[in-house]
């Protein structure tokens, strides 16, 4: 608990949160550091609404008549459980809360390079995330959020173009977000800070900056393409109008196959800053870390078609896109053996954070690996649209990225409210969090085994055990996530002063007093080490 | 009906047990590679776990050997996979020449199941034991998918084209059939059951209920209705005795094999293909003809050319 000869430090101090007040001064702000937390605040509404359809659809699953919506009512949830958590949670998590809070500090810069621009992205988002709402609340939309035609072009009455025109919107936040990371990455690092002294997290967030500026404008395009066919009946992909339905899964799969990547390599970079840090380690074979995210970054837009096995695509088609999705196993193994090798002789603590990293790797490791089933193509041929697949990206996504995310929160937050949160509640909401996960996750790989499809309200009723078994632990899982929600804003006020280096961690961000004065940096830092040099006196010495 | 967990999915196909070795092996490989991984994050975590507040760690950069090794050992992994996955995806997708076929329409929220000797089923779908079977399906709205798990096969059923599976089915019963492509409202009710039969039962079966016309004889009539008669058989447009499966050439002079997907377009838009020595005289028949008259029309001209075989010398 706070002493109560510490309090005033904090609060005497001018820093980014106290340097003026009211709601114009957020609202008008151009400081990446409180963009940073209007995005936190939004995409944290975004998340328990998406959240709450889950929650929903797990209870309906426990009958195989469905226990209490219509079939009508569950597409719409899950619908908007998709487009919620995708576009409105995933994508934007770890870059524009933790990347628009750190990349400049990490840089060693007072701002990204367009502050003006950065607050624009917002605004745009949120306009996106309204239309979302909308579609939601006038009466939803049950296109999936794959928005496959030719049912949503001629098919659906629901409102698929304000949901569309929600994920099209959003996409420009991205774009630009994108943009204004790689010029800040590349334009911005304080002297000394070469490309291979950048902490990870960095070479994360620039490779996830590169796949938001080259493949969301595909999915823009695309939805464009979708409201002019349900709109003036231009034949793209309904077939009845001389279009091709097999057309628009490869244009939404090359922009939503990158977007996976756009969730997890953000995660792989939170968790490198976790693994070292809690280690008191620099990491393993740093050059290989760099490297794969880059390599991953690539591949991910050469992989698309491994959506398509089923779709009636060639069998050669077929071969490329397997041979291809493959070859992602590689530079992800060799991400998990750096990690993991990183503890070795380490000094391993046990702080929330790093429980949240290790969470990460042991989940991802069997994400990707059950990746391996999809991209052979004899086995997807039966896995493929089942719960098998639901199974394996929650895994990647929630197991991994979710995770990566709140751990980032947790090791951030600190700095980014000046105030700890009670350790003890921190550690446990992780292991509930791991826990409850599995129990609602693992049982879906059989599920989809066995041969239950996606997407099915209504299921026979030899799938009732193990569905029963998944909603169970997603009620584990929904608790888990509303622990931190508690005792995070609790701290706010109650939580002890963090001062500026609670864990220790190396890292220009740690440098500056917590929370950082509104500029950052008194002085612009001079670096004259190697990211991750725990093996280094105290980094004070190399300030101004 | 339910006793314990089920593990695994009935095995009731030639393929299923392909599939399901593959599968084995991968499960092999991920309970390793994650036990291993667990493992040493258990071990290290607990082995180097932090004891004094100021204890510093052994630093070390990497290992070039490790990096080779760990790159190395998947990248040799993955290549097996592949090969293993592939091949076996090869040899699924090509149906056996003598496969008995059976047309599948898939429209929101029912499936629609013919036989060429004229029975129809909705939802149901009666094949023998034993035989190859071939299904081609199209769909007369959206994108729907037919998946038979027990089969271990899946394909989506798209509008505007011909999707074919096949399977040999090695058990007598009765096995699900889903939609497995999300469809609409209904989409969790466009399901059904395979009924596999002894081969005596099957025949048996296709002969009885109301008699209905086959297929060819369906294709026949509508052959006089839609007056195809008046150009393909005057000469006016090509003949249709022995067209199916033969190749014809183009205006363009480019050649193709007669298929369904030819037969399919060149009844809707005519002029995409034009036979070389024909006027482009043929009106187009979309909007007019469903997507049963169009499998019961390609029957009709699949059955000329076994006729002819059958009847000249």
Known sequence: ?544 | MFQGLPIRPEQASTIAKGVDHLYYFLTAVDLFFTAVIFLTIFYFAIRYRRRSKDEKATQIEGSLPLEIAWSVVPLVLTVVMFLWGSSLYIRNSRPPEASTEIFVIGKQWMWQLQHPEGRREINELHVPLGRPVKLTMTSEDVIHDFFIPSFRVKKDVVPGRYSTIWFEATKTGSFHFFCAQYCGTNHSLMRGEVIVMKPDDYERWLSGGVQAQTMAGAGAALYERFACITCHGTGKGPPFVNLYASTVKLSTGEAVVVDDAYLRESILYPSAKIVAGYPPIMPTFKGQITEEELLELISYIKSLKTEERQTAK
């Not at chain 1, 290790?358 to 493929?384: E, N, P």
């Not at chain 1, 508690?486 to 864990?503: D, F, H, K």
């Not at chain 1, 950052?520 to 280094?536: D, K, L, S, W």
């Open chain 1, 1 to 544: 608990m706070a002493t109560a000869a510490l309090e005033p430090e904090i609060d005497t101090r001018v820093h980014y949160l106290n340097v003026n007040y009211g709601i114009r001064s957020w609202l008008l702000t151009t400081d990446h550091k409180r963009i940073a937390l209007l995005y936190l605040a939004s995409i944290t509404v975004f998340f328990f609404v998406g959240g709450a359809a889950a929650v929903l659809m797990r209870l309906n699953l426990i009958e195989p008549q469905g226990l209490l919506l219509q079939p009508e009512t569950y597409n719409k949830l899950f619908s908007m459980h998709g487009i919620m958590m995708v576009f409105f949670f995933m994508i934007p998590s770890i870059p524009a809360v933790l990347g628009n809070f750190l990349v400049p500090m990490m840089v060693g810069a007072r701002d990204l390079a367009f502050p003006k621009l950065n607050l624009l992205s917002w605004y745009v988002f949120m306009l996106g995330g309204l239309f979302e709402l909308y579609a939601i609340f006038a009466g939803g939309v049950d296109s999936g959020w794959t928005f496959y035609t030719p049912l949503s072009t001629t098919y659906l009455n629901t409102h698929v173009m304000a949901a569309a025109l929600g994920v099209f919107i959003a996409g420009f936040a991205s774009i630009l977000t994108g943009l204004n990371f790689i010029v800040t990455i590349h334009k911005m690092r304080a002297p000394g800070l070469t490309w291979f002294r950048m902490p990870l997290f960095l070479w994360a967030i620039y490779a996830t900056s590169i796949i938001m500026v080259l493949g969301t404008p595909v999915v823009a395009i695309t939805l464009v393409l979708v409201a002019l066919e349900r709109a003036f009946h231009v034949g793209v992909f309904d077939p009845a109008l001389g279009g091709d339905p097999i057309l628009f899964q490869h244009l939404f799969w090359f922009y939503s196959h990158p977007a996976v990547y756009i969730m997890i390599l953000p995660s792989m970079g939170v968790v490198s800053e976790l693994i070292t840090c809690f280690s008191r380690k620099r990491i393993f074979g740093y050059s290989f870390i760099a490297f794969s995210s880059v390599a991953i970054a690539v591949i991910s837009f050469l992989v698309w078609g491994h959506h398509m096995f089923v779709s009636g695509q060639s069998v050669y088609a077929g071969l490329v896109f397997s041979a291809l999705s493959f070859a992602v196993a590689i530079p992800s193994a060799i991400k998990v053996f750096n990690w993991t090798a990183t503890m070795y002789k380490g000094s391993v603590s046990y702080d929330a954070p790093m429980l949240y990293a290790m969470g990460f790797i042991g989940l991802f490791t069997m994400g990707g690996l059950t990746g391996l089933f999809l991209a052979s193509l004899a086995t997807d041929v039966h896995l493929h649209d089942t719960y098998f697949v639901i199974a394996h990206f929650h895994y990647i996504m929630v197991g991994g990225a979710v995770m990566g995310y709140l751990g980032g929160i947790h090791f951030w937050w600190p700095k980014i409210s000046g105030r700890l949160y009670p350790d003890g509640w921190a550690r446990f909401a992780a292991l509930v969090i791991f826990i409850g996960f599995n129990l609602t996750f693992f049982p879906q790989f059989m599920l989809g085994y066995l041969g239950m499809p996606r997407r099915y309200p209504i299921y026979p009723q030899e799938f009732q055990v193990m569905n029963v078994m998944s909603s169970a632990g997603a009620s584990i899982l929904g608790v888990g996530y509303l622990i931190p929600l508690v005792y995070l804003i609790w701290s706010m006020r109650y939580g002890p002063v963090a001062g500026p280096n609670p864990w220790g961690a190396k890292g220009l961000e740690w440098q500056t007093p917590s929370p950082p004065p509104t500029e950052n940096f008194e002085r612009t830092p001079t670096v004259t080490e190697e990211a991750y040099a725990y093996g280094n006196a105290a980094q004070e010495a190399h300030v101004g």
